[in-house]
């Protein structure tokens, strides 16, 4: 079993920085890409970013320029730094992670999110 759990959401001004952590535990072999997705009230799940084993990275053009993807596989964790936050930022935020178990296939797990609200 798999879990992710991600920490560091929470209430700012707009203009202001938080930074997000997730952090994989369990049957982990190797883990492949990891991502942060966001979901707010009424609208779909939408990619935020992505990031490859090997540190490639990829984003939303909403959030280019202000948020910085990085992962530490020591840790089997991904982090999201957010600079300049809007309130169109406010979501729940989803860690995503593509993992490899010493069992099994390759599979897609997710935590459990974590809300971020910009205020204006």
């Known amino acids: 079993q798999v879990q992710l759990v991600e920490s560091g959401g929470g209430l700012v001004q707009a203009g202001g920085s938080l930074r997000l952590s997730c952090a994989a535990s369990g049957s982990i072999f190797r883990i492949n890409d990891m991502g942060w997705y966001r979901q707010a009230p009424g609208k779909q799940r939408e990619l935020v970013a992505t990031i490859t084993s090997g540190g490639t990275t990829n984003y939303a053009d909403s959030v280019k320029g202000r948020f910085t993807i990085s992962r530490d596989n020591t840790k089997n964790a991904v982090f999201l730094q957010m600079n300049s936050l809007k309130p169109e930022d406010t979501a729940v935020y989803y860690c995503?992670?593509?993992?490899?178990?010493?069992?099994?296939?390759?599979?897609?797990?997710w935590g459990q999110g974590t809300q971020v609200t910009v205020s204006s």
């Open positions: 995503n992670a593509m993992v490899r178990p010493w069992s099994g296939r390759v599979g897609d797990y």
